[in-house]
């Protein structure tokens, strides 16, 4: 059984009684209060420092009723684009003088609500949460999660919800692709994808559908791997999945991948296969993915706009913050596609 020591923190009080002054003025010192001298300011400061003093959130957040940290939930850590969107949202969070709290769910349903609990009981005031399954979200609303603070979600899947929403949306790229498609006489065009339905696939099937072949999908398994002999079985059975669409759709001459992952690893199969890409075969992938650039021929992709995103989801947090009774919204930002090579 863990023990733990006493909490030996370092309060206002012993900073007041090494100073002689009263807790009050330390208080107003350490929060930059002008009333107080910037000579007491810079004692109390100071000691505070060689004390080792940490101020404590709750009380602050009961004096303030703010805590100027803003609650991020997300399963997608694993995915280059969610964690450079991470990193552009605290960037953002700090240029407000806010802070991130993370809580990580791997995608499990049953922890998102936990998580959600968990960052409402750190006294956050906001919520950010990042591509979440749609029935979680519908739990989140049976259990009045959503009604505590601001939040705001970012997630091609829950469109329709009556949620605050950050929605990539993939018209003007898809018209690029299926033009880029048509110029070069594609004729067999075929999508490697996981059975999530959001708009990124809607967008697709509606690609696909121009050259009349909506029903071209070839569905890859989307499982939480636990284990190395799990992750080693379904590497082995992807692999074995991708090989069986190459060896029987020999005039595929287009694939559309779910993201750069998958087409890096066709490109790799097709090399081997002695298929050319993209004189044979052209591949278009998602993400923009750093390895894409890096390979030869680059990859060509559809490229999600972190920045503007983590923008318009702070931006929709603050917005809220300041009048939480404003009408549900919908910001729409649009996906780029990044032709290089591959097509």
């Given amino acids: 059984m863990l023990e733990f020591k006493k909490n030996n923190r370092v309060s206002g009080a012993k900073i007041a009684a090494k100073l002689g002054i009263s807790q009050a003025t330390v208080s107003r010192a350490l929060s930059g209060n002008k009333r107080i001298s910037k000579a007491v300011r810079e004692q109390v400061q100071e000691?505070?420092?060689?004390?080792?003093?940490v101020a404590n959130a709750t009380a602050r957040t009961l004096v303030k009723g703010r805590s100027n940290?803003?609650?991020?939930?997300?399963?997608?850590?694993?995915?280059?684009?969610?964690?450079?969107?991470?990193?552009?949202?605290?960037?953002?969070?700090?240029?407000?003088?806010?802070?991130?709290?993370?809580?990580?769910?791997?995608?499990?349903s049953d922890r998102i609500a936990d998580g959600v609990r968990h960052l409402l009981e750190q006294g956050v005031d906001g919520l950010i949460i990042i591509g979440i399954a749609q029935n979680?979200?519908?739990?989140?609303?049976?259990?009045?999660?959503?009604?505590?603070?601001?939040?705001?979600?970012?997630?091609?899947?829950?469109?329709?919800?009556?949620?605050?929403?950050?929605?990539?949306?993939?018209?003007?790229?898809?018209?690029?692709?299926?033009?880029?498609l048509i110029e070069q006489k594609r004729r067999n065009i075929f999508a490697l994808w996981k059975p999530v339905k959001d708009a990124r696939l809607l967008a697709v099937k509606s690609l696909l559908k121009q050259f009349g072949q909506e029903d071209n999908f070839i569905y890859l398994p989307t499982r939480i791997l636990k284990s190395e002999s799990e992750k080693q079985r379904e590497n082995k059975a992807f692999r074995n999945k991708i090989k069986l669409f190459l060896h029987n759709t020999p005039k595929c001459d287009a694939i559309i991948c779910y993201n750069d992952q998958t087409s890096l690893s066709v490109l790799s199969m097709l090399n081997h296969a002695g298929r050319k890409v993209p004189s044979d075969v052209a591949i278009i992938g998602y993400d923009n993915n750093r390895l894409g650039e890096l390979t030869a021929p680059q990859l060509s992709t559809f490229a999600p706009q972190p920045v503007l995103?983590?923008?318009?989801?702070?931006?929709?947090?603050?917005?809220?913050?300041?009048?939480?009774?404003?009408?549900v919204k919908t910001i729409e930002i649009p996906v780029k596609f990044i032709q290089r090579e591959t097509l």
């Fill in 309 to 327: 995103i983590a923008n318009a989801a702070v931006n929709r947090v603050l917005e809220l913050i300041k009048d939480p009774q404003d009408k």
């Fill in 136 to 180: 979680a979200v519908s739990k989140l609303q049976k259990q009045g999660l959503l009604q505590v603070k601001p939040t705001v979600f970012i997630d091609d899947a829950l469109t329709g919800y009556k949620i605050n929403l950050v929605t990539n949306v993939y018209e003007e790229a898809c018209q690029e692709v299926t033009k880029a």
């Fill in 69 to 108: 940290i803003i609650g991020i939930l997300t399963g997608g850590l694993h995915v280059e684009r969610t964690a450079y969107l991470l990193i552009t949202l605290d960037a953002k969070l700090r240029e407000h003088g806010l802070l991130p709290h993370l809580f990580y769910t791997r995608g499990e």
């Fill in 47 to 53: 000691t505070a420092q060689r004390l080792g003093y």
